[in-house]
């Protein structure tokens, strides 16, 4: 299997603060990469596809990038509804996997 | 919009077999692929594995041996069954849309509101 590494775990950020989130996979994936924002007792959502597109309807302080093994997903400037939990996906092999969270606090 | 929706017993009994039901409407289930993915309380998301509308399946190696999906397009659902289970599997269950053959656009971009499962006696 694939591992998707993100890091950091867990942060704390200011309203207003530009936050990046790193996700490595073990092998090369391409761009085949999504991100999900999850909120405590909801749904995840997507945010990202194909390592940079914005799924739609999705804040444009939101964006992706990278490709191969490394991936950022960036915030530029934090809102009150973005803490959450973010999760990296792999769907270049079977099975699909995903990081592990990264939980973006309020500081 | 493409809404989904879970459904099935809420507590499942050791070594007993879990069954859910995911029901799409507001689009078509041809043409895409139907995820499972799970979470523990407290934990991170699994993969649990995804069926294609025609029937070809794709399982995580972790839970092949226990887990089947089946489709059922006329009726627009899809199912999950998961055998033997222990409090190891107790989670949220959620499917979701997961992709064409050919467009990554609908890469689990729809997912249903989830459904929590206890396994326990």
């Known amino acids: 299997d694939i591992q998707m590494t993100q890091s950091p775990s867990a942060m704390s950020a200011s309203v207003g603060d530009r936050v990046t989130i790193t996700c490595r996979a073990s092998?090369?994936?391409?761009?085949?990469l999504v991100w999900f924002q999850q909120k405590p007792g909801k749904v995840p959502e997507r945010l990202i596809y194909?390592?940079?597109r914005l799924s739609s309807g999705v804040p444009s302080r939101f964006s992706g990038s990278g490709s191969g093994t490394e991936f950022t997903l960036t915030i530029s400037s934090l809102q009150p509804e973005d803490f959450a939990t973010y999760y990296c996906?792999?769907?270049?092999?079977?099975?699909?996997?995903f990081g592990h969270g990264t939980k973006v606090e309020i500081k | 919009q493409v809404q989904l929706l879970e459904s099935g017993p809420g507590l499942v009994k050791p070594s007993e077999t879990l069954s859910l039901t995911c029901t799409v409407s507001g689009g078509s289930i041809s043409d895409y692929y139907w995820s499972w993915i799970r979470q523990p309380p407290g934990k991170g998301l699994e993969w649990i594995g995804h069926?294609?509308?025609?029937?070809?399946?794709n399982y995580n190696p972790s839970l092949t041996s226990r887990v089947t999906m089946s489709v059922d397009t006329p009726k627009k659902q899809f199912s999950l069954t998961l055998s033997t289970v222990s409090a190891a599997d107790t989670a949220v269950y959620y499917c979701?849309?997961?992709?064409?053959?050919?467009?990554?656009?609908?890469?689990?971009?729809?997912w249903g509101q989830g459904t929590t499962v206890t396994v326990s006696s």
């Open positions: 996906l792999q769907h270049y092999t079977y099975p699909r996997t």
């Open positions: 979701a849309r997961d992709g064409t053959r050919s467009d990554r656009r609908f890469i689990l971009d729809v």
């Open positions: 092998q090369d994936i391409s761009n085949y």
């Open positions: 069926i294609f509308h025609s029937g070809i399946t």
């Open positions: 194909s390592a940079s």
